[in-house]
């Protein structure tokens, strides 16, 4: 056949890694492969194309070579690369993975067997907690419906007192190996036993519990330690609590997803929590001692004279624990002054004695006190 670019038949660039390239030939191996196009003899010449690229490209060596002069053919005879002469003396080996799942097994033993071990399903489970229990852990019993082991037969689908036994067109190994003869040679194929489903056994007395499938769904309730600090979106695995695995295999794990509903006063960012207070501006001005609310109850705390609106006070420690770590975050309290909307007689009569004494009248262009409160709440 007329010599092609090997990078170009594998759709790469001159200089692609190895992983690349063994990604390119298994994408194109799919597409061409002659059990995919039977009878199409363009797929089959593009399969013994892509083979002979990917034999020089994927060895060291002939790649060197191949990138220094263009070719590996150094000799009279042969296809360039030890007579390369179709898929004898090819290692499949690899891609039984990926072969397996068009052509029902795979090359030479590639393939996975239906009765080995198999671990069991995952599950995942919601779970909403309030806002104080997200902060300082709880712990809840769940109720979950999972496929477990049938006691009846211990998992086997067989009857009390009788096992499976083993198929007798397999002999047990759930695959049936077949060989063809194909332009690139013999190639041989696993596909499943149709006898046994894959399963290398059969079973003629089935277990009346489970009828033969050797599972049956059960509810359980399982008590979940939900640590402290979690918050929206985390996932806690719980190990082996999943549903039951197959022929011996390890049971699958319990996935338990978060959500925290909002609380109407604290708002968390991390590990951090924020809350407003509200004072009055007089409160602000001559300074006053409050009590700010926090997860772990009321605190005092000291609003400083001249307090400005929009101060932020960090509380050190009074945050949200962090989850497996040491410590916690910290709580800010932003002062909201207020402004009242109306005055009685005395509060008017005040209020004016301070305009004065600060040198402000209010009627003769300048800003009044009120104003200024105004202007920086605005």
Do not use: W
């Not at 010449?45 to 490209?57: G, H, W």
């Not at 008590?223 to 039951?244: M, Q």
């Amino acid at each position: 056949m007329a010599k092609q670019d090997y990078y170009e038949l594998l759709g790469l660039q001159k200089g692609a890694s190895d992983d690349e390239i063994k990604k390119a030939f298994r994408k194109l191996a799919i597409k061409y492969h002659p059990d995919k196009n039977k009878g199409d003899k363009e797929a089959e010449e593009k399969f013994k194309e892509i083979n002979e690229a990917y034999q020089v490209l994927s060895d060291p060596q002939k790649k060197a070579q191949y990138d220094q002069f263009g070719t590996t053919d150094f000799s009279s005879g042969g296809g360039g690369f030890n007579g390369f002469n179709g898929a004898e003396g090819f290692d499949f080996g690899d891609l039984g993975d990926i072969f397996g799942s068009f052509f029902g097994g795979g090359f030479n033993g590639g393939s996975r067997r239906r009765n080995g071990p198999e671990r069991g399903h995952d599950l995942e489970y919601n779970v909403t907690l309030k806002f104080e229990e997200a902060v300082f852990g709880v712990e809840k019993e769940i109720s979950i419906t999972r496929n477990e082991n049938c006691e009846s037969c211990n998992g086997t689908g067989a009857k009390a007192g009788t096992s499976p036994k083993t198929c007798d067109k397999c002999h047990g190994t759930g695959q049936i190996r077949m060989q063809r003869s194909t332009p690139l040679g013999n190639i041989v194929t696993q596909t499943t036993c149709d006898k046994c489903g894959g399963r290398g056994t059969i079973i003629t007395d089935p277990c009346n519990t489970c009828h033969g499938t050797g599972k049956v769904r059960k509810n359980r309730k399982i008590t979940i330690k939900i640590p402290a600090g979690v918050d929206t979106g985390n996932v806690i695995p719980l190990r082996g609590h999943g549903e039951h695995g197959k022929n011996g295999g390890p049971a699958g794990d319990l996935y338990i997803n978060i959500r925290v509903i909002p609380h109407n006063v604290f708002k968390r960012e991390g590990n951090d929590i924020y809350i407003d207070t509200h004072i009055s501006f007089a409160s602000a001005a001559l300074g006053v001692e409050i009590k700010v609310p926090t997860v772990d109850g009321d605190v005092k705390y000291t609003i400083p004279s001249g307090t400005q609106p929009e101060t932020r006070f960090r509380l050190k420690g009074k945050g949200v624990p962090r989850v497996n770590g040491n410590g916690r975050g910290d709580q800010y309290v932003k002062v909201v002054v207020d402004v009242p909307k109306s005055l009685n007689e005395k509060q008017k009569e005040a209020l004016k004695m301070f305009m004065e004494a600060s040198g402000e009248k209010g009627t003769d262009g300048k800003k009044s006190f009120f104003d200024k409160i105004k202007d920086s709440l605005n």
